[in-house]
């Protein structure tokens, strides 16, 4: 029987970093550079933590949430040396910015890891770069709809993160329920 906790952890850890965020601006006043700080650093150090715990349990990370990492820890090198240009930027262009990191992860992903953009340990309905390509033009598909409507909360940011993490899902499941599911005889 696997541990209670790690029955928890396992599947929740990489949300965390996001969660810290959202939940941080959303309840606090962000008028000032500074107000950024603290949440920037937060989500970097939960999401390079639960990077580092999957790593160590020996688990495939979800290249979305690495995305999302790349995002925070950039953004937190943008405070610290002071670029406020590149925190301007992704303040205007909202939720693009993030996707356009998991984009990036999802690519060098796709031509660099042996579990592709998808994140599987073998092929299975769906080749591994196969997986991979289907959720990156879901990706782009997302961001082109962030892109088209920056400033409104459900169809710039809400729906098209909804969009992508379904679709990531969805392709897991298909994957392997195809491969899983019984041979017919012809």
């Given at each position: 029987m696997k541990n209670p906790i790690k029955r928890i952890l396992d599947p929740s850890?990489?949300?965390?970093?996001?969660?810290?965020?959202?939940?941080?601006?959303?309840?606090?006043?962000?008028?000032?550079?500074?107000?950024?700080?603290?949440?920037?650093?937060?989500?970097?150090?939960?999401?390079?933590?639960?990077?580092?715990?999957?790593?160590?349990?020996?688990?495939?990370?979800?290249?979305?949430?690495?995305?999302?990492?790349?995002?925070?820890?950039?953004?937190?090198?943008?405070?610290?040396?002071?670029?406020?240009?590149?925190?301007?930027?992704?303040?205007?262009?909202?939720?693009?910015?993030?996707?356009?990191?998991?984009?990036?992860?999802?690519?060098?992903?796709s031509w660099a890891s042996p579990h592709g953009f998808l994140g599987v340990r073998s092929a299975g309905y769906f080749s591994i770069r196969g997986g991979s390509f289907l959720l990156l033009f879901a990706g782009v598909l997302a961001t082109a709809a962030a892109a088209s409507f920056i400033g409104n909360k459900l169809f710039g940011e809400w729906l098209p993160f909804i969009f992508l993490f379904s679709m990531r899902s969805l392709l897991l499941q298909l994957d392997k329920k195809l491969l899983s599911a019984p041979a017919t005889a012809a």
């Open positions: 850890i990489e949300s965390l970093s996001l969660t810290f965020f959202l939940l941080y601006i959303h309840l606090t006043d962000m008028h000032t550079r500074a107000d950024w700080l603290l949440p920037y650093l937060l989500a970097s150090a939960a999401g390079l933590g639960a990077m580092a715990y999957m790593r160590w349990r020996g688990l495939i990370l979800n290249r979305l949430f690495v995305g999302i990492t790349l995002y925070f820890c950039s953004g937190l090198a943008g405070l610290l040396s002071g670029w406020d240009w590149l925190n301007d930027h992704y303040g205007e262009l909202g939720a693009v910015a993030m996707l356009g990191w998991i984009l990036l992860a999802g690519l060098i992903a």
